[in-house]
């Protein structure tokens, strides 16, 4: 019996998980085999998927701008050759809840751009940017001048600072010396956000609340973005509202898509290596862990794109979620052996004991 525990790397207890599964393993004998892997939707734990999956990856220590312009040591990865970059946004300028002075139009992404013109200094030229739970709504400013692009206003004056509260005041953009640089290179976003742009479906109306806004922010960062969409169009003849995830970051992705012609993928495809696909293959049977089970949830592109994986395998998958909407949608995609839990470590093992005993009778 060959067992595969897939595990959403933002839960908590998410290395807990792997640890649990490792311990099972050294009791049930060779002729049984569970591992477990993460999954990422290219917010908190990208970088934990990408060290599993990637062989001979360096951590590069570098220090950024974090989301209150403050310097902040982090890392990035990188690949075996040194050429690619693999950055994740939640560790320079992620949300943080418990941040009293948290506020998507006063959040920098400058972190962003100094992780990347680290990255191009040590003559990497492919970047793998997740982007998911970012703190800032910002249409991406704030990476942007930390390129060495300028924002002006209708005077032909630079934006004073670059966050989402300035975003209306924005005109034209001024190439960074690096333009030519950077756009031969190839920048591949990870996220699970489909968000446009702007509008209904545009990360201010959907995150901005979530994010620390009131009402009257919310609208104002709307309107920001939609101004920044006339902007970057104006500069760069990419019409970012039609960009299905271009809202994804707050806009950030937007805004790599319309100055890099970046790919904007689900970070579930994006994992190098064999070693995802080749277990799901060989799995007899397949748990999978996550926050929750919901239309909502299901409708992310990191969600999906993992379901049309699981789909090619004729295998029976088993769901842990901290929270489950049972509705005919999910049993529609064939998601309905759903486990509710308070605490997956100590469910997983007896799901594992069932597993087992059912392939031994």
Do not use: W
């Not at 320079?92 to 506020?103: A, L, M, V």
């Not at 005041?169 to 010396?177: G, L, N, P, T, Y």
């Not at 973005?225 to 995830?245: C, E, P, Q, T, W």
């Not at 919901?294 to 090619?312: C, D, E, V, W």
């Amino acid at each position: 019996m060959n067992v595969l525990v897939l595990y959403s790397t933002h839960i908590t207890g998410a290395h807990q998980i792997k640890n649990t599964t490792d311990a099972y393993q050294a009791t049930i004998g060779a002729h049984n085999h569970v591992t477990a892997l993460p999954m990422s939707d290219g917010g908190q734990g990208f970088l934990d998927a990408i060290e599993t999956y990637a062989t001979g990856c360096r951590r590069a220590a570098v220090t950024v701008r974090d989301t209150h312009f403050r310097l902040k040591d982090t890392y990035y990865i990188t690949s075996q050759d040194g050429k690619t970059a693999y950055i994740e946004a939640f560790k320079i300028c992620g949300y943080d809840h418990t941040d009293p002075e948290r506020n998507p139009a006063t959040a920098f992404t400058h972190g962003i751009g100094d992780a990347i013109a680290d990255a191009l200094s040590h003559n990497c030229r492919n970047f793998v940017i997740g982007i998911e739970e970012i703190a800032s709504i910002d249409a991406g400013l704030g990476m942007l001048d930390a390129l060495g692009y300028k924002i002006l206003t209708n005077n032909g004056n630079e934006l004073p600072l670059y966050r989402g509260s300035e975003m209306l005041r924005a005109c034209a953009v001024a190439d960074s010396e690096n333009a030519a640089l950077l756009k031969r290179c190839r920048f591949t976003i990870a996220c699970n956000d489909d968000s446009a742009f702007y509008a209904a479906t545009g990360p201010a109306v959907r995150h901005a609340r979530r994010l620390g806004a009131n009402e009257v922010t919310t609208d104002i960062l709307d309107n920001g973005l939609r101004n920044m969409a006339s902007v970057y169009f104006h500069h760069n003849g990419r019409d970012v509202s039609y960009i299905k995830g271009g809202g994804a970051g707050g806009g950030v992705a937007g805004a790599f898509a319309s100055f890099f012609n970046a790919k904007l993928k689900p970070a579930t495809t994006v994992m190098p290596g064999n070693k995802l696909p080749n277990a799901i293959k060989q799995a007899d049977e397949i748990v999978i862990i996550c926050d929750s089970i919901t239309p909502a949830a299901i409708s992310g592109t990191a969600f999906s794109a993992m379901s049309a994986i699981l789909k090619k395998c004729n295998t029976r998958i088993h769901y842990m979620a901290l929270h489950h909407e049972n509705t005919p949608l999910l049993e529609s995609i064939g998601i309905d052996n759903i486990i509710v839990t308070a605490n997956p470590t100590g469910d997983l093992t007896a799901l594992l004991d069932r597993i087992m005993q059912k392939n031994n009778d």
